[in-house]
């Protein structure tokens, strides 16, 4: 079966860290850019961070860049999002997303442009 799983998510205080993690299955994610996206209660989900298909070029959105990382491993299948410096404001669930009909080409921040999405990780920073 194809898809992705989410893992990582938790409760932290206003200025910690957590490191999120997803693991392909199924299929190779390799060769396809990669991006999180999350969804806070009574919002629309929104774009985070994306890597291309090497993990040489990234993108992020303003809120979060400076902050947090994006990563992966492509022998693993795995990508990751490390969060530093993480603020109420970033309580939401966390969605990484392949974007799987575009082979080898750069990131996008395009939430529509995503075919393959995991089930989300909750992650509540208190004040």
């Known amino acids: 079966q194809v898809q992705l799983v989410e893992s990582g998510g938790g409760l932290v205080q206003a200025g910690g860290s957590l490191r999120l993690s997803c693991a392909g299955t199924?299929?190779?994610?390799?060769?396809?850019?990669m991006g999180w996206f999350r969804q806070a209660p009574g919002k629309e989900r929104e774009f985070v961070a994306t890597?291309?298909?090497?993990?040489?070029?990234?993108a992020y959105a303003a809120s979060v860049k400076g902050r947090f990382t994006i990563s992966r491993d492509r022998a693993k299948n795995m990508l990751y999002l490390q969060m530093n410096s993480l603020k109420p404001d970033d309580t939401a669930v966390y969605y990484c997303?392949?974007?799987?009909?575009?082979?080898?080409?750069?990131?996008?921040?395009?939430?529509?442009?995503?075919?393959?999405w995991g089930q989300g990780t909750q992650v509540t920073v208190s004040s």
């Open positions: 890597v291309n298909w090497d993990g040489g070029a990234t």
């Open positions: 199924g299929r190779t994610f390799s060769n396809y850019a």
């Open positions: 997303a392949a974007d799987v009909s575009r082979l080898f080409t750069t990131y996008t921040s395009d939430l529509g442009q995503y075919d393959v």
